[in-house]
Nanobody, 124 residues
Framework: QAQLVESGGGSVQAGGSLRLSCRAS????????MGWFRQAPGKEREGVAF???????TKYADSVKGRFTISQDAENAVSLQMNSLKPEDTAMYYC??????????????????WGQGTQVTVSS
């Protein structure tokens, strides 16, 4: 029943910016945590940025600290502002929601709802 939809992906040159948005619908209860994973071809899915819905605690992968900012736009909506993009940021980005964990984790198995992904491509 729950649906997460991402938007905002695209193709940009290195150093550029993109803003990804995620909207969740069909939720009976607010998620404890919402955030973003990404997966590039041939690589494992990795956690990128996460935010708790109750106190706005954030967690970031080391590779994106200082460049990416996650924020909550509504009860079940988050955005990811991506600045100073690098070619290694190229991946499919997935929004996810977690109703179980205390705080936010970067473990994909902890997330019970996923979007279909939005592609981000960064060229040199």
């Amino acid at each position: 029943q729950a649906q997460l939809v991402e938007s905002g992906g695209g193709s940009v040159q290195a150093g550029g910016s993109l803003r990804l948005s995620c909207r969740a619908s069909g939720l009976m209860y607010s998620a404890n945590c919402m955030g973003w994973f990404r997966q590039a071809p041939g690589k494992e899915r990795e956690g990128v940025a996460f935010i708790t819905t109750y106190d706005s605690y954030t967690k970031y992968a080391d590779s994106v600290k200082g460049r990416f900012t996650i924020s909550q736009d509504a009860e079940n909506a988050v955005s990811l502002q991506m600045n100073s993009l690098k070619p290694e940021d190229t991946a499919m980005y997935y929004c996810a929601a977690d109703w179980v964990s205390l705080g936010c984790t970067m473990i994909p198995a902890n997330y019970g709802a996923w979007g279909q992904g939005t592609q981000v491509t960064v060229s040199s």
